[in-house]
């Protein structure tokens, strides 16, 4: 873990540390988040999950709209864990959501025992739908 960014790093303990507040009593699986923007701010972001399952949002989600919602809109990091055997794959829907907030972030995946990824949306989700394929009024 030592030979990322320190930037990452820092990034990668606030999800780590998120994640303890992950609530998740029906699958029990904690998932942290964490969002780096360009105006330096760190946006933290956990699993919140709902005896109607469905509306359960991720720790990916949870942190991007934490930073959206403050107004920020420049998202250069993302980095998120969980106790998974390799770094932690993020869900399809997330996929979609980091695509379109976070397009240029360096995403850092992880788990708990220091096995990390790095990617960017764009390898995250191949041909995205982006939002210029909606037609111009609909922008
Ligand atoms: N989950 C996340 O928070 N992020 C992911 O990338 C994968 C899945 C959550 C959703 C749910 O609360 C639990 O993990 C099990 O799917």
Redesign the pocket.
């Known amino acids: 873990m030592n030979d990322i960014a320190p930037a990452l790093v820092e990034l990668l303990e606030a999800a780590r540390m998120v994640r303890e507040r992950?609530y998740?009593p029906?699958?029990h699986?904690?998932?942290g988040?964490a969002v780096r923007t360009a105006s330096g701010m760190i946006f933290p972001g956990?699993?919140?999950?709902n005896a109607a399952y469905p509306v359960?949002?991720?720790?990916?989600?949870?942190a991007l709209y934490g930073a959206y919602a403050a107004g920020e809109r420049d998202i250069i990091g993302l980095a998120?864990i969980?106790d998974t055997p390799g770094p932690?794959?993020?869900?399809g829907s997330?996929r979609q959501v980091i695509f379109e907030l976070a397009p240029r972030a360096i995403v850092v995946l992880a788990n708990l025992h220091g096995m990390l990824r790095v990617t960017f949306a764009h390898e995250l989700l191949p041909d995205g739908f982006d939002p210029a394929s909606l037609p111009q009024v609909n922008r």
């Open positions: 992950a998740c029906y699958s699986f904690a998932v988040a956990c699993n919140i999950e359960t949002i991720c720790a990916e989600r949870t998120v969980a932690v794959s993020p869900c997330c």
